[in-house]
């Protein structure tokens, strides 16, 4: 007779979990596994052992209790927009929130509250119908708590921070199962951690956000040819450098009409009529092969680059933080675009300045508090046996290659990769150390590794 003492670790793991979580619980030799296991990036082919669609917080400690007792490695699945693909753990137990999406707005205070796999568009679609709007990242379907604890870049960074700088407070799982509220008046040190210091900490169920009026914002796309590329980047960096926290401009590459271009990305927040002197600016810079800027919902902003996050390709990111863009590190971009070994990579470059900027680095776990640009290279393909991705992998790092000695210390924790640990730590620059004590405080054995997760072990 088979007793569960003579079953493997993930399938004591598995019947344990079957006969408590109110989700549902796939193993590798169940028909949904595949899918269950799909996240953005198509090029991850993690293979764990089991996936735990979570209900509710108690699956959630239940799920985080059974990985424990058996011994495999965990992770945590939200939106599943991770692009080196650390949702999944070969062998281990995904946690996966992805049916938890619940979203509610309270108008009155101006907050919601949502549940933690909620993408970005879950909440910005509840808010909207109040005339309000969350500070999100810059693509609806990633997750919102996500990009929220490690910084989350995005059109409102001038007017109204980073999304971390409007988390209000966070439900978190800890590795020992305990629920605690992480807020100012709460767990304080925890709320500290998590607002930059990503999911490292624990396993947030749901959080609150500060939401702001927002009836429409005045944004769009301005292309032009890469022949203009000098002259509208120097422009663009000194219109960047000195603009109002109402004007957020993303700019970068990306591939249009079969043809790589330059593309300027505006954002205007505030009076509409101010708006359309700063959009003009940034239209005279050279002679646009398009432009196309309106007043639209907020929802219609995010969903400016949904063509170039499509699930299921193969992606490769590299990052570097500038403190300006030069005439140099201008060319360098430049140069990548135009040998971009992929139609359908992009570069990105996103712009941090304003209320982001005047935040004190102590306040948050996120300590680059100066004005700067951060540079997101996109190398993206087509899965294909005659592609192995090792020339578009290349292309990402070479270009990071060659802005390195123009660059901060550290980088952007969501973007880099498993090989940056050294970045990763000098990114949270004299904020390392508190981390670093309150890791072993709420995960003394390393339980959760995420994109901070180097800090149990590496902070010196």
């Not at 969350?134 to 708590?145: E, I």
């Not at 300045?353 to 776990?365: E, L, N, S």
Request: hydrophobic share 45%; aromatic share 6%.
């Amino acid at each position: 007779m088979t007793t569960p003492t003579q079953l493997s670790p993930p399938a004591a793991a598995a019947r344990r979990l079957r006969s408590s979580l109110r989700g549902t619980v796939v193993a590798a030799a169940d028909a949904p596994y595949d899918t269950a296991r799909q996240i953005w990036n198509g090029a991850v082919g993690h293979r764990p052992a089991l996936i735990a669609r979570c209900a509710d917080d108690q699956d959630v400690a239940a799920a985080i209790g059974a990985a424990r007792e058996h011994g495999l490695p965990l992770s945590v699945r939200g939106g599943g927009h991770d692009w080196a693909g650390r949702a999944l753990r070969d062998g281990g137990v995904v946690l996966d929130l992805s049916a938890m999406r619940a979203v509610t707005v309270d108008p009155a205070a101006r907050t919601a509250v949502a549940q933690g796999g909620a993408t970005a568009g879950d909440v910005v679609a509840a808010a909207a119908g109040y005339g309000l709007a969350p500070v999100t990242g810059t693509v609806k379907s990633v997750g919102m708590a996500g990009l929220t604890l490690a910084g989350g870049y995005g059109p409102l960074c001038g007017r109204h921070g980073l999304a971390l700088d409007n988390l209000l407070g966070a439900d978190v799982i800890l590795a020992d199962g305990r629920h605690v509220t992480a807020s100012d008046t709460g767990d304080a040190d925890l709320y500290w951690a998590l607002r930059g210091g990503g999911a490292t900490f624990g396993v947030v169920t749901a959080a609150r956000y500060r939401l702001h009026p927002l009836p429409s914002v005045l944004a769009g796309l301005i292309l032009f040819p890469l022949d203009q590329a000098g002259g509208v980047l120097r422009g663009y960096a000194e219109i960047a450098a000195a603009a109002p926290d109402e004007l957020t401009i993303m700019t970068g590459f990306l591939n249009a009409g079969g043809q790589m271009l330059l593309f300027l990305f505006p954002a205007w927040s505030g009076d509409p009529a101010r708006g359309q002197d700063a959009i003009a600016a940034l239209q005279r810079l050279g002679t646009p092969v398009m432009s196309q800027v309106a007043p639209m919902p907020y929802a219609g902003v995010l969903g400016m680059f949904d063509a170039s996050v499509v699930n299921g390709r193969h992606y490769a990111l590299a990052t570097r933080w500038l403190p300006a863009l030069t005439d140099d590190t201008a060319a360098m971009l430049t140069a990548a675009a135009a040998g971009a070994t992929s139609p359908l990579s992009a570069i990105a470059v996103h712009h941090f300045h304003g209320a982001a900027a005047r935040v004190p680095a102590g306040d948050t776990a996120f300590a680059l508090r100066r004005d700067h640009l951060l540079v997101e290279i996109l190398a993206a393909w087509e899965p294909s046996t005659d592609d192995d991705g090792a020339a578009h992998r290349a292309w990402a790092q070479d270009l990071s290659g060659h802005l390195a000695p123009y660059a901060l210390p550290g980088g952007y924790p969501n973007l880099l990769g498993p090989g940056d640990a050294d970045r990763t730590l000098l990114a949270y620059g004299p904020n390392a150390p508190r981390l670093r004590d309150l890791k072993r405080r709420y995960d003394p054995d390393g339980v959760f590794s995420t994109a901070t997760g180097t800090l149990g072990t590496a902070v010196p």
